[in-house]
């Protein structure tokens, strides 16, 4: 059998500062694989660029030309990471066998990459990068991150605990999983619903190289939210049994309050009946958001807008343009 060819699939955006030097390491990793006899000479790193501001589509250009082994495309504008790791893969399917993704920050160690390949030639078709320790990101990243991943299994989105976006993915189930047509991406929650095969390689991750992290705590809640809401409909669940509980509490309210006006009992209870208005404001509106969250994600499937668009290919990818 012929070893496979591999695509290791990288999202830049705003990246200067590392693609210089995490580049190097690529292509290393690419040679050590080839030389190993574990993959094809004709694999490649594929760069995606995310629509950056600063010089990173320039470098993946240079490196395009100094060595055929470095690839890029560009999207159009900024989408996002998980759009970006998304055009990444679907442009390498149809070239290659096995697609590795990573970040091109140097975080997750590339050695890793020997035991995906492995995983895959024992008969893995999906194989997940975990980090077994978290040491190097600070305190704060590590409990947001933890705090993280509880709060989507909880939540009923099922994912790989520790999984980022590091992980091998054969061609066979990419074209499964380009069949999964949502515009509201979360990879690492989707992939487990292809099915097949798979394995866990685990390997400790650095710090970033250089430049500065594109997650913010925001951003990082913005995708717990995005997450659970993607993937699993438990949240409206959650809110109907609260419902009903706060309906049969209501309810008893109402007989004890009519059982005190009948046996003359009553007392002016403005400040009770206050607070009760107000709490159950609070959570009529709560709940409308969550369901409002729902209907904005449907608004925004049904439209069906193009998951990403790629302005620009370096040579090697270019001749997908002209089929
Ligand atoms: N990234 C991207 N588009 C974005 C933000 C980030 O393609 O809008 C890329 C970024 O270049 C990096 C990866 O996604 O390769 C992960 O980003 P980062 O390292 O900032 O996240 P962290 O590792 O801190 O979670
Ligand atoms: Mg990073």
């Known amino acids: 059998?012929?070893?496979?060819?591999?695509?290791?699939?990288?999202p830049c955006y705003n990246e200067e500062a590392v693609l210089p030097v995490t580049s190097g390491?690529?292509?290393?990793?690419?040679?050590?694989?080839?030389?190993?006899?574990?993959?094809?000479?004709?694999?490649?790193?594929?760069f995606v660029n995310d629509g950056s501001k600063d010089r990173t589509w320039e470098i993946i250009q240079d490196l395009n030309r100094q060595?055929?082994?470095?690839?890029?495309?560009?999207?159009?504008?900024?989408?996002?990471?998980?759009?970006?790791?998304?055009?990444?893969?679907?442009?390498?399917?149809d070239r290659c066998d096995i697609t590795i993704s990573i970040d091109c920050d140097g975080q997750d160690d590339l050695n890793a990459m020997d035991a995906m390949v492995d995983a895959y030639l024992d008969g893995c078709e999906i194989v997940y990068g975990v980090r077994?320790?978290?040491?190097t990101d600070s305190a704060f990243k590590r409990a947001t991150a933890q705090g993280f991943?509880?709060?989507?299994?909880?939540?009923?989105?099922?994912?790989?605990?520790?999984?980022?976006?590091?992980?091998?993915?054969?061609?066979?189930?990419?074209?499964?999983?380009?069949?999964?047509?949502?515009?509201?991406?979360?990879?690492?929650?989707?992939?487990?619903?292809?099915?097949?095969?798979?394995?866990?390689?685990?390997?400790?991750?650095?710090?970033?190289?250089?430049?500065?992290?594109?997650y913010p705590l925001r951003k990082m809640l913005g995708l717990a939210f995005d997450g659970v809401t993607s993937?699993?409909?438990?949240?409206?669940?959650?809110?109907?049994?609260?419902?009903?509980?706060?309906?049969?509490l209501s309810f008893l309210g109402i007989i004890?309050?009519?059982?005190?006006?009948?046996?003359?009992?009553?007392?002016?209870?403005?400040?009770s009946t206050a607070c009760i208005v107000c709490f159950m404001g609070g959570i009529q509106a709560m709940f409308l958001g969550v369901i409002g969250e729902y209907i904005g994600k449907i608004y925004m499937e049904t439209k069906a807008r193009p998951r990403?668009?790629?302005?620009?290919?370096?040579?090697?990818?270019?001749?997908?343009?002209?089929?």
């Not at 047509?181 to 400790?204: A, H, I, Q, W």
């Not at 699993?232 to 309906?247: D, Y």
């Not at 004890?256 to 400040?271: D, E, K, P, Q, Y």
Request: aromatic residues 10%; contains cysteine; charged residues 25%.
């Open 256 to 271: 004890w309050a009519l059982i005190t006006a009948f046996t003359g009992r009553s007392v002016a209870g403005w400040a």
């Open 149 to 214: 991943y509880r709060f989507l299994n909880f939540m009923g989105a099922e994912v790989v605990y520790n999984h980022a976006d590091y992980r091998l993915m054969s061609a066979r189930a990419l074209r499964e999983f380009a069949k999964f047509k949502e515009v509201n991406l979360y990879l690492r929650g989707m992939v487990p619903l292809v099915g097949f095969k798979s394995t866990c390689v685990y390997y400790d991750r650095h710090e970033r190289l250089a430049g500065k992290s594109h």
């Open 231 to 248: 993937l699993s409909v438990k949240p409206i669940r959650m809110i109907t049994t609260i419902g009903l509980v706060i309906s049969v």
């Open 25 to 46: 390491m690529f292509r290393e990793k690419l040679r050590q694989l080839t030389a190993a006899g574990k993959i094809a000479e004709e694999s490649r790193v594929l």
């Open 67 to 93: 060595d055929e082994h470095f690839q890029g495309i560009a999207q159009s504008r900024n989408r996002g990471h998980q759009n970006a790791v998304l055009a990444g893969l679907m442009e390498a399917m």
């Open 308 to 323: 990403y668009i790629i302005a620009e290919r370096t040579e090697g990818m270019a001749e997908k343009d002209a089929q």
């Open 132 to 135: 077994a320790k978290r040491d």
């Open 1 to 10: 059998m012929n070893p496979p060819v591999l695509y290791i699939v990288v």
